[in-house]
């Protein structure tokens, strides 16, 4: 394979000149210090809830001794306490490893991805399959890029899809480091991608399963302004990749030379097991509900495949497997750390009250003040809360009467909900999803927040817009 000078240009001169980073851990951890101060310096408070849902209406503010005393306390808390109390360091710290148990099966399932692609790298196929992509379409970045964007979108914004486009990532950042590109426009190619799809959502299960029926509306109705933002948002992310890898220095009219030759026929069955293995996946999640168990043991299963098929001995397999865990090593450590500000909050029982919080500010102001008000609380709750599914359950009964009660109607408060977490989750620190492809693609979220943030600015400018045609047109 001959590549144009343009493409090879070191990223220095792309403008991705290398900075000292602060390692993505430190990031967190600052983060889970910040939550411990919260449990001081904001009452404490819950909501009665039925199931998941809170109740509306239903917040209470709790008893609580704030003196500082209780940060050096090791006594064990009780559920029998009748005042609550912040959070200790003791119990601070704790809450790491015990985010990383609340999260093992998670941890465990991406390493295991990291092993299986070590294993296909070892394998070649990967770095085959890409000669022959990149051979096919010339490598013409501004022809491929769209139409991977559009498919990738379309599995998250009609099936919800999120992480299991973690398979995806190596590919893209392998394809893309082929061209003389930096790594992270092979991330962004996939996290731009699926956030797009969340955004739209326009029968996203995981979104609209607990959002919709919770304000009282049909779930998937309202498909209109769905699909207007899916397809707005979709243009904007596949105009921002495009500048970028132009900026990068790459030139779709350069002749590119790329090998052309047919696959080796052992290259040709992994690749074709990769695929089936995907869609099989894909199948499997949702008919049979298989949760991180169960994927763990698939993506073991499909690396032994893999090495048999490759011809690799199980010794030389085994070392890929490991070194391919050891590159994604770090997401577990960041897991661990986001899941422990939601234990921690919760401990301190802060959470509910910041939802209350927000939830006042967004009443009695009209309806498209209000509606404004739904979007900005849904950005500041992700981070708090950066489960889709969980923040719907917990926002919903509450913002739902309050938009009412302001002239907004369930589906505008739906479709708040959605751009706002949609919007937050393409940079959040604490979203698991986000930090696993980060460290997929071992890109540093320092580095990926100053990549994304023009991008997060324009989105919230489209969001905006949209959110208040939906109020103006009764949507």
Same mark, same amino acid.
């Given at each position: =394979?001959?590549? !144009? ?7 220095? /001169? ?6 000292? /980073? ?152 392998? =394809? ?5 590109? !930096? ?34 509306? !049909? ?18 992310? %596949? ?64 690396? =032994? ?6 011809? %690799? ?29 939601? %234990? ?51 926002? =919903? ?79």
């Amino acid at each position: =394979m001959t590549l !144009p000078h343009a493409s090879t240009a070191p990223a220095e /001169q792309a403008g991705f000149r290398p900075m000292k /980073q602060l390692n993505p851990a430190l990031i967190l951890l600052s983060i889970v210090l910040l939550a411990l101060v919260f449990t001081y310096v904001v009452d404490s408070g819950q909501f009665q809830r039925k199931d998941i849902a809170v109740i509306p209406g239903s917040y209470q503010t709790l008893e609580k001794d704030h003196s500082l005393t209780q940060l050096f306390s090791i006594e064990p808390r009780k559920a029998t306490d009748g005042v609550a109390r912040p959070v200790s360091l003791v119990e601070a710290f704790m809450a790491i490893p015990q985010g990383i148990e609340k999260r093992a099966g998670l941890i465990f399932m991406v390493l295991f991805i990291g092993g299986m692609f070590g294993v296909l790298n070892k394998a070649g196929a990967i770095d085959a399959g890409l000669e022959r992509v990149l051979g096919l379409t010339r490598g013409n970045l501004y022809v491929l890029v769209p139409c991977l964007m559009l498919v990738f979108s379309a599995g998250s914004t009609f099936m919800g899809l999120a992480k299991e486009f973690i398979l995806i990532v190596p590919l893209m950042v392998a =394809m893309t480091t082929r061209l003389g590109l !930096p790594n992270i426009v092979g991330l962004a190619i996939v996290v731009i991608s699926v956030k797009i799809g969340y955004l739209g959502s326009i029968t996203n299960p995981v979104a609209l399963a607990v959002a919709q029926p919770l304000v009282g509306v !049909p779930m998937f109705s309202g498909l209109s302004m769905r699909v207007i933002a899916y397809l707005t948002f979709l243009v904007a992310g %596949i105009a921002f990749m495009l500048v970028t890898i132009r900026r990068c220095g790459f030139d779709a009219s350069a002749g590119f030379t790329f090998a052309s030759a047919p696959l080796a026929p052992r290259h040709r069955a992994n690749l074709l097991l990769l695929a089936l293995g995907v869609g099989f996946l894909v199948y499997a999640s949702n008919r049979w509900g298989w949760k991180y168990p169960e994927l763990s043991a698939y993506y073991l299963a499909l690396s =032994m495949v893999f090495a048999v098929v490759a011809g %690799i001995g199980a010794s030389e397999a085994a070392g890929a497997f490991v070194d391919g865990m050891k590159k994604v090593l770090m997401a577990g450590v960041l897991i661990g750390l986001a899941t422990a500000v939601e %234990i921690i909050l919760s401990t301190g029982q802060v959470l509910d009250t910041i939802v209350n919080n927000l939830a006042n500010l967004v009443a009695d102001h009209g309806p498209l003040v209000s509606a404004y008000g739904m979007f900005f609380a849904q950005l500041s709750l992700d981070v708090v809360i950066p489960s889709t599914s969980g923040q719907a359950a917990v926002t =919903m009964p509450i913002f739902g009467p309050l938009g009412q009660l302001s002239g907004v109607s369930p589906q505008t408060t739906v479709y708040a909900f959605l751009l706002g977490n949609g919007l937050t989750n393409l940079i959040t620190p604490t979203s698991s999803g986000l930090l696993i492809l980060l460290a997929t693609a071992q890109v540093g979220w320092g580095q990926w927040a100053r990549f994304i943030w023009p991008l997060c600015l324009v989105f919230a400018a489209i969001a905006l817009s949209l959110l208040s045609i939906a109020v103006l047109t009764g949507y």
